[in-house]
Each structure stands twice: as structure tokens, then as C-alpha cells.
């Protein structure tokens, strides 16, 4: 597409961390015979005992966000009426947004991320790595956001619909599904946030005029149209067989070729984890932190 990276969302931002061991450190500040007290092995075990009391309360809030979301998604996808925006999927979104902070959190912190990884149940642990890997690439191709943030959100199509779209678009050109979804919600948060970027990408897949002018049809703001665009644009550069050559011409960075592919692989081992993928929100980083643009709990009004 040849353009410098201009994403507006990426799918994993930072959060803060609560601080840790306050009754530990009590205990350890107890003086020796001679009254004195070792502020160094105060500070060791400290620091030891609030991340073990913080990897045991991630890794198993994760684990239950995670287990009580593919309950629910089950009974959701199962309901004829299994459209946004009922109560159901509300819920969903809740669930996927807890998620997603605390995906956000093992990015953050390599060291938590080390401790919590061997705690996660096989599969947990395997998204949780590729998440770990995507969301470190994509961080270190943002840069914070100065002054007043002024991006316009919208509601994205409903995920069903989505996946409609992404197989059509597979079967018009032989790009995978899941390759469409990653870029998707790398580019948009499912188009959550359609631009114009820093570098003057439109619409849900994020395409530069010039080169919507060569692939898209119609409007690039228009869901459809821009995944069909973005499929005729990767087959035109290599895709399926050049896979990786494809999705560099899509964005030339290494980091988001490598973060498209470990979305995608997952999808692929998993597909119903597209899903948990597709109630990600916008979070952006600015000079004073990160901020939630979308979902629940967020304030932002453009």
C-alpha cells in the first residue's frame, strides 16, 4: 500500500498497574537483635511476594473472564436471535473488554507475563502468547498522541455480518478469513475507528487514497467494500502464496507483518476465538496515557 505505518488503534495498549504487598512489606520491615532494619531484603521481598500475590490474581482472572465468555458466546451463537445488540451480547462485550485489559497488562509487564503464562490452561496460555507477541510489535510502531485526541468512533458491523464478508472475500480471492480479520482489527478495532489516520488512511481497513483509487470500489468508509479491496489488493501483491510479501506491501513493517500472522494463526487454530478478537475496544496512548475510546465504561465523545 505503500505508506508508513499510520495505524489508529492497536490491538493492544497498555494499562496501569495497581501496586502490590503492602502487608508484606510490614512484615519484612521488622528490625534485627540490634534494632536496625535491612531496607534492601525489605525492598526483595517485597517486590518477590506483590508480583507473586499479582501473577496468581491475573492468571486467574483471566482464567475465569475467559471461562465464563466462552459459556456465554456458546449460548449466543446457538440463539436464532443471535444479533447485536441484545443483552446478551452487551454482556459479551463486557466479558471481552475485561479481557482484553488484562491481555493488555501481560504486555506490558514481561516479567508478570513470565510468571502468569505457565498458570493458563494450554489454550489460554497459547492466545495469551500470540497476544503477547503482537501487542509488544504493535506498541513499538506507536507513538503517543499530543494535545486533545479528536478521532471520530463508530459502531462496528455486527460480527456475524463480518464474518460474511471475510468469506466472501476468501472466496473471491483466496485470502484466509482470518488474515482479514486480523488486519481488520489491527487497522480499526472492526471498525471502530475509520480515520483518517496520521498518514491519511481511510475507513475500516485503513487504505491510502491513492491506492483505494487502484483496488476499492465505491466508498473505503463502506465495510464491505473495504475488505473486498483489501483481499484484491493482498491477492494482488501474493497472497495466499506470498503471504508475507502481501501484507508488507500492506503496511511496510516487519512488527505488523509479524502481529498479523500471530492474529491469524490463532483464528485459524481457534476460530471461535475471532470472536473475543472482534469485542476488542480502541484504546490510544497519549502524553498522558493511555485512553478508551470505545466499549464499556468509556466517557469519549467525539
Not at 32 to 47: E, K, L, S
Not at 48 to 72: H, I, M, P, Q, S
Not at 133 to 142: N, P, Q
Amino acid at each position: 500500500m505503500h505508506r508508513l505505518v499510520g495505524i489508529l488503534c492497536l490491538a493492544l495498549l497498555l494499562s496501569c498497574a495497581p501496586e502490590r504487598g503492602g502487608e508484606t512489606r510490614r512484615a519484612a520491615e521488622r528490625p534485627d537483635a540490634r534494632g536496625r532494619v535491612d531496607r534492601a531484603t525489605t525492598a526483595r521481598a517485597t517486590t518477590a511476594a506483590g508480583e507473586g500475590d499479582w501473577a496468581d490474581d491475573t492468571a486467574t482472572r483471566l482464567t475465569n473472564v475467559d471461562t465464563k465468555f466462552k459459556e456465554l458466546l456458546e449460548v449466543w451463537i446457538d440463539e436464532t436471535d443471535s444479533q447485536p445488540y441484545g443483552a446478551k451480547f452487551r454482556d459479551l462485550e463486557l466479558l471481552g473488554l475485561k479481557k482484553q485489559k488484562l491481555m493488555r497488562r501481560l504486555v506490558k509487564f514481561p516479567r508478570l507475563s513470565k510468571d502468569v503464562l505457565p498458570m493458563l490452561p494450554t489454550r489460554l496460555r497459547l492466545e495469551a502468547h500470540r497476544n503477547i507477541k503482537a501487542g509488544r510489535d504493535l506498541y513499538r510502531l506507536t507513538q503517543p498522541i499530543k494535545g486533545k485526541v479528536r478521532m471520530k468512533t463508530s459502531k462496528p458491523k455486527g460480527p456475524k455480518r463480518l464474518l460474511r464478508y471475510y468469506d466472501e472475500a476468501e472466496r473471491r480471492f483466496d485470502v484466509p478469513w482470518t488474515i482479514l480479520a486480523s488486519i481488520n482489527l489491527i487497522e480499526s478495532k472492526m471498525g471502530r475507528l475509520n480515520g483518517p489516520s496520521s498518514a491519511g488512511a481511510l475507513g475500516p481497513m485503513q487504505f491510502m487514497p491513492a491506492t483505494w483509487d487502484a483496488y476499492g470500489r465505491g466508498s473505503p468508509f463502506n465495510t464491505h467494500n473495504a475488505i473486498m479491496a483489501a483481499a484484491r489488493y493482498l491477492a494482488a501483491n501474493g497472497a495466499p502464496q506470498r503471504m508475507r510479501d502481501a501484507l508488507w506491501n500492506y503496511n511496510h513493517s516487519d512488527l505488523y507483518v509479524n502481529a498479523v500472522l500471530a492474529y491469524h494463526r490463532h483464528m485459524k487454530t481457534y476460530p471461535k476465538s475471532y470472536y473475543g478478537y472482534y469485542f476488542w475496544q480502541v484504546f490510544v496512548r497519549t502524553a498522558g496515557g493511555d485512553k478508551q475510546l470505545t466499549g464499556p465504561g468509556s466517557n469519549y465523545r467525539y
